[in-house]
């Protein structure tokens, strides 16, 4: 994934952007040096982006995640802790209990400059075709002092509301004495890092001459594969493994059992979403959760309708989309899911879930690097039966108090069962150059 041939990095539609031409060298320049200066380091391209791209990602999902993370602990009971969303509804902060005041929306006002960075300055540069159209339109003028420095004044903005937050403590009198009773916690630390990333990238942005050129992704999880030569019939299996590698790669099999995970991501989804005992303020990070699980559902029903209808046919092709579903389903789920409850490797995790998914395009269109075919093709083989094993222990354990949840372990060893043997394909061992 690091070839940086690998993607088409022509310019997309809708930005009007004329390449720069290079600098002839005169005789009389100085000889190159062999190191590369930082900012050269920070253009580097890594798969479809730049290091710049990466990193800016990692500093708003962190800041993000840093908004489900506690925010604040109480000194007399440190393991009462509170995150970004309690700040503003829990109860105790609206009384003379604990004497909040305007500091609790602190946090919801950084989580809005963060969503913000995202918009104006993360998602034009992704250039992912399908909304280019759209996200192209967002970026400013770079010849305006606004758009050349605005990484770097939203990163100040969130450092800023990270100190803010990190140099107060909740005070409570109690019988004239006032006594601290919260102090800030990992989620205000890493608000602090998350704007500091965001700044220092900005200020190397200003620093540098061009703008770096980024590749470009067009989301084929959306889209037909491309036709390929049809693949010889597989003969018949004599031995056993080699029959339930035919069976689980059965596209009718495999048809049903997708369309049958979907339904049971998108009703578990909606069931904690709906059920659920308590006042609104109190469920919603748990209804918002369940919309990333609903999501997830409804990405894998693409991917049963789209093997349904036929679209999908070579083996290659169907762990290929299998992958991306996989990588794009997970980014949903855990976008959502740090709202209520997050970590750094929760963030850590959904950097992983974006590599997986690029990995994806990159096998379907036969331009991955091949020492990353053979790692990734181990990493799904031990996937798959990683997740048979750890939910069948969860099924068998769910057994002793029964509940609706458990259809989750059975749709994950399902899962599991498809992702191994399809891996054992023989066509898609030798794709993978196994």
């Given at each position: 994934?690091?070839?940086?041939?690998?993607?088409?990095?022509?310019?997309?539609?809708?930005?009007?952007?004329?390449?720069?031409?290079?600098?002839?060298?005169?005789?009389?320049?100085?000889?190159p040096?062999?190191?590369?200066?930082?900012?050269?380091?920070?253009?580097?391209?890594?798969?479809?982006?730049?290091?710049?791209?990466?990193?800016?990602?990692?500093?708003?999902?962190?800041?993000?995640?840093?908004?489900?993370?506690?925010m604040?602990?109480g000194?007399?009971?440190?393991?009462?802790?509170?995150?970004?969303?309690?700040?503003?509804?829990?109860?105790?902060?609206?009384?003379?209990?604990?004497?909040?005041?305007?500091?609790?929306?602190?946090?919801?006002?950084?989580?809005?400059?963060?969503?913000?960075?995202?918009i104006?300055?993360?998602?034009?540069?992704?250039?992912?075709?399908?909304?280019?159209k759209?996200?192209?339109?967002?970026?400013?003028?770079?010849?305006?002092?606004?758009?050349?420095?605005?990484?770097?004044?939203?990163?100040i903005?969130?450092?800023?509301?990270?100190?803010?937050?990190?140099?107060?403590?909740?005070?409570?009198?109690?019988?004239?004495?006032?006594?601290?009773?919260?102090?800030p916690?990992?989620?205000?630390?890493?608000?602090?890092?998350?704007?500091?990333?965001?700044?220092l990238?900005?200020?190397?942005e200003?620093?540098?001459?061009?703008?770096?050129?980024?590749?470009?992704?067009?989301?084929?999880?959306?889209?037909?594969p491309?036709?390929?030569?049809?693949?010889?019939?597989?003969?018949?299996?004599?031995?056993?493994?080699?029959?339930?590698?035919?069976?689980?790669?059965?596209t009718?099999?495999?048809?049903?059992v997708?369309?049958a995970?979907?339904?049971?991501?998108?009703?578990?989804?909606?069931?904690?979403?709906?059920?659920?005992?308590?006042?609104?303020?109190?469920?919603?990070?748990?209804?918002?959760?369940?919309?990333?699980?609903?999501?997830?559902?409804?990405?894998?029903?693409?991917?049963?309708?789209?093997?349904?209808?036929?679209?999908?046919?070579?083996?290659?092709?169907?762990?290929?989309?299998?992958?991306?579903?996989?990588?794009?389903?997970?980014?949903?789920?855990?976008?959502?899911?740090?709202?209520?409850?997050?970590?750094i490797?929760?963030?850590?995790?959904?950097?992983a879930?974006?590599?997986v998914?690029?990995?994806?395009?990159?096998?379907?269109?036969?331009?991955?690097?091949?020492?990353?075919?053979?790692i990734m093709?181990?990493?799904?083989?031990?996937?798959?039966?990683?997740?048979?094993?750890?939910?069948?222990?969860?099924?068998v354990?769910?057994?002793?108090?029964?509940?609706?949840?458990?259809?989750?372990?059975?749709?994950?060893?399902?899962?599991?069962?498809?992702?191994v043997?399809?891996?054992?394909?023989?066509q898609?061992?030798?794709?993978?150059?196994?």
């Open positions: 994934m690091t070839d940086e041939n690998n993607m088409n990095d022509s310019m997309p539609d809708g930005v009007d952007e004329a390449p720069v031409p290079s600098e002839s060298k005169s005789l009389t320049d100085p000889a040096q062999n190191g590369k200066s930082i900012i050269e380091l920070f253009q580097k391209k890594i798969g479809p982006y730049s290091v710049t791209v990466w990193l800016l990602m990692f500093a708003i999902i962190l800041g993000y995640a840093s908004y489900g993370m506690t604040m602990k000194v007399l009971d440190p393991s009462l802790g509170f995150t970004g969303y309690d700040l503003v509804t829990h109860r105790a902060f609206k009384n003379t209990v604990l004497e909040a005041g305007w500091i609790r929306f602190v946090p919801t006002v950084a989580l809005i400059v963060l969503v913000i960075t995202g104006l300055v993360l998602l034009p540069r992704l250039r992912i075709k399908e909304i280019n759209y996200a192209s339109k967002l970026y400013l003028v770079t010849s305006t002092t606004a758009g050349k420095n605005l990484m770097l004044i939203l990163g903005v969130i450092v800023i509301l990270g100190i803010i937050t990190a140099s107060w403590s909740g005070i409570s009198t109690t019988g004239g004495i006032r006594r601290d009773v919260l102090d916690t990992t989620g205000v630390y890493i608000l602090l890092l998350s704007g500091i990333m965001i700044a990238l900005g200020f190397l200003t620093r540098q001459k061009t703008q770096a050129d980024e590749g470009e992704l067009s989301l084929l999880l959306f889209r037909s491309a036709p390929r030569p049809a693949s010889e019939p597989e003969p018949p299996a004599t031995d056993g493994i080699g029959k339930l590698v035919q069976f689980f790669n059965n009718t099999y495999l048809t049903y997708t369309f995970i979907s339904l049971i991501l998108i009703l578990l989804g909606l069931y904690s979403m709906v059920v659920g005992n308590g006042e609104f303020q109190d469920r919603f990070p748990v209804i918002v959760g369940g919309i990333g699980i609903v999501l997830a559902g409804i990405l894998v029903f693409l991917l049963a309708k789209n093997l349904y209808e036929g679209k999908i046919v070579e083996k290659v092709d169907v762990m290929s989309r299998i992958i991306m579903t996989l990588g794009m389903a997970m980014m949903a789920y855990l976008l959502f899911d740090m709202f209520a409850l997050a970590s490797w929760s963030v850590l995790a959904f950097i879930a974006a590599l998914y690029i990995y994806g395009e990159y096998m379907e269109r036969d331009k991955s690097n091949e020492t990353v075919d053979k093709w181990v990493l799904m083989l031990l996937g798959g039966a990683i997740l048979i094993l750890a939910n069948a222990y969860g099924l354990m769910g057994l002793k108090s029964p509940n609706l949840y458990l259809l989750m372990n059975v749709a994950l060893i399902l899962t599991g069962l498809f992702i043997f399809l891996t054992l394909n023989p898609v061992k030798t794709r993978m150059g196994m």
